[in-house]
Each structure stands twice: as structure tokens, then as C-alpha cells.
DNA sequence: TAAGATAAGAGGGACAT
DNA sequence: ATGTCAGTCTTATCTTA
């Protein structure tokens, strides 16, 4: 369980990332050989990937005199045409708004800068991939980021993405289960363990607890009463099993709220889960 | 009041037609 | 393409301790 985030462990507030940027800074002074990094890092949010040139509007050569009449027409024309085409195409335009609603929802979910990136990655396959035809951009977004989650182990639910940017459920569910075919995304298997910790600090749950409703989840995943479960309630019934036996009992509906499932659930996993244990 | 039981319904995968 | 089937999860309501 590697999630590139620092995250606090009882309120899930993402404090700061594991990746920095250390490669050395702008380097022409002492040796030309190296500019290895000249400039801020190419970053995938941006729809350009930061990487566009901007014409400034002072009338200015670089030594800071001023310009001849015929340099300054055409530097006009020169500013018209990169304004033109910085935004051309339907696509292009689509992808800024995109973006910027990806970085919305990145604030909103406190994820990773990490998560973000990657979700902007799929969101551009998805786009080459003609994939957003008929669909809304927003149910597109949340599926990328959603997406990126899974991929980067952060648990958050299709429930919370789509809340956060105002799409129902079942168009994000959709376009999730597109992206994952078209592109051939491969995901890592659901890990429980990371479940409890998530509820365990929505719930206010002690740390013995946590580790016996893992101990219990172990054993569950060898006795293969795991597949095809939801992994929030098998975690969340496990959390709530080893509240009892251990005398710290929370009730069924602290436990189902905090990971976001029903109640019923809750006990339907108990079911199974009490037949091993 | 919390926990358990039960029923109806939604949404999607597998598989056949 | 469309329909059916089994299985899961949710919502709602009722009963039990």
C-alpha cells in the first residue's frame, strides 16, 4: 500500500505529496552542457502542457529598446495568430474545460497532485479516443478521476466523485466502466485493508480494532468469501464484528455511514463474515 | 432505540436467442 | 440487438429485544 499522499490519519486531509521535484534548477551560468531543466515542469493539466509561448505586449526587443514601426505591425499580426490558434480546435476546448474542472475536483476531494495528473492522462486517451461523443464532459471527468483513484489506491468512491461535480451516479458508473475498456486500464485489486483505515478514521475507531477486523478480513480472503463484495461493506462488517468482541461497540449505522454503505449491507457481510470466524 | 428481518426495486454482467 | 437469469446493493417498513 503505497498512495502517493500524506494524508492525515483522522480526518483524510491530504497534507502534501511524495513527489517532489528535485532535479537541478536552470544551469547556464556554470556549465552550458547542462539544461537538463530549463523551465517550470511540463504538467498534463494544463490543456498546452504548459508549454505555450506567450508574445508579451510590451514593444520591446530583449535588450529593451524600443521597436521599429514594421517590427511592431508584425508583431501584431504575430499576437493575433497565436491567439487564434492557441484555442483551435473543438477538442482543445474541450480539454481546457476539462481540466479545469478536474483541478475543481481535486481541491474539493483533497487529492494528490500525483491523482491529478493522471486523470488529466486519461481523460486526453479518452478524448483521442473520440470517446466522449454523446456523453457529458462532467460524467467524463469524474470517471477519469475516479479512475485515477483506483489506479493510485486512494479510496474514494464513485459516490463522492459524482457528488462532487454534480452527475449522477449512473452516468459516472458508465463512463468509468468505457474508459476502463476502451483503454485497457488495469487496476489493482480492491485492498480491504486500506478500507478500514478510511472508515476507521471517519468512525473514530481504535487501533486494536483496526487490526483485529484485519486479522478477520485476512482470513475471510483465504476462505475466498471476498470476491465479488463489496469491499467498503466487507470492511465495514469486519470493522464492526471486531467492535463487539472487543467490548468498544459502535452501532451498525456509525459503521454503514462512515463507510458509505447501507446498514443491510453491513449485515449481510456479517452473515458470512460470523460463518469463519 | 438499536438490531434484525423482509420485500421491492435498480443497475449491470453473463449468456442465449 | 434484445431478453432472461442470478446475484448484489439500496431503500423502506415492520418486528423484536
Given at each position: ?43 498534463l493539466?494544463r490543456h498546452d502542457r504548459g508549454l505555450s509561448t506567450v508574445i ?21 499580426r504575430l499576437r493575433r495568430w497565436d491567439s487564434i490558434s492557441r484555442v483551435k480546435s473543438n477538442d482543445e476546448r474541450n480539454l481546457r474545460y476539462a481540466l479545469g ?22 481523460y486526453r486517451?479518452?478524448l483521442e479516443?473520440k470517446?466522449i461523443?454523446?456523453?457529458?464532459i ?140
Open positions: 500500500m503505497d498512495s502517493k499522499e500524506i494524508f492525515c490519519s483522522k480526518c483524510g486531509f491530504v497534507v502534501d505529496e511524495k513527489t517532489d521535484d528535485r532535479r537541478p534548477d536552470r544551469s547556464f551560468g556554470e556549465s552550458d552542457s547542462n539544461r537538463s531543466h530549463a523551465g517550470d515542469k511540463s504538467s493539466v508579451h505586449s510590451v514593444d520591446r526587443d530583449s535588450t529593451g529598446n524600443p521597436l521599429s514601426s514594421t517590427m511592431k505591425s508584425s508583431l501584431v474542472e478536474i483541478l475543481k475536483l481535486k481541491e474539493k476531494l483533497s487529492l494528490s497532485e500525483a491523482i491529478s495528473e493522471k486523470a488529466a492522462y486519461l486517451k479518452a479516443k470517446l461523443r454523446g456523453r457529458s462532467s460524467a467524463l471527468v469524474a470517471a477519469s478521476l475516479y479512475a485515477a483513484c483506483r489506479a493510485s489506491e486512494t479510496p474514494r468512491t464513485i459516490n463522492e466523485v459524482a457528488n462532487a461535480i454534480g452527475v449522477r451516479r449512473k452516468e459516472v458508473t458508465a463512463c468509468y466502466r468505457l474508459i476502463f475498456r476502451e483503454l485497457d486500464l488495469k487496476m489493482p485489486v480492491v485492498d480491504t485493508v486500506s478500507c478500514i483505515a478510511k472508515i476507521a478514521s471517519n468512525a473514530d475507531v481504535s487501533e486494536k480494532i483496526k487490526r483485529d477486523a484485519i486479522k478477520i478480513l485476512k482470513k475471510a480472503e483465504r476462505q475466498h468469501i471476498l470476491a465479488g463484495k463489496h469491499p467498503m461493506g466487507m470492511a465495514a462488517s469486519a470493522l464492526y464484528l471486531a467492535g463487539i468482541s472487543a467490548g468498544e461497540i459502535k452501532t451498525q449505522r456509525d459503521i454503514a455511514d462512515a463507510a458509505g454503505v447501507t446498514e443491510v449491507t453491513v449485515r449481510q457481510r456479517c452473515k458470512s463474515l460470523r460463518q469463519i470466524t
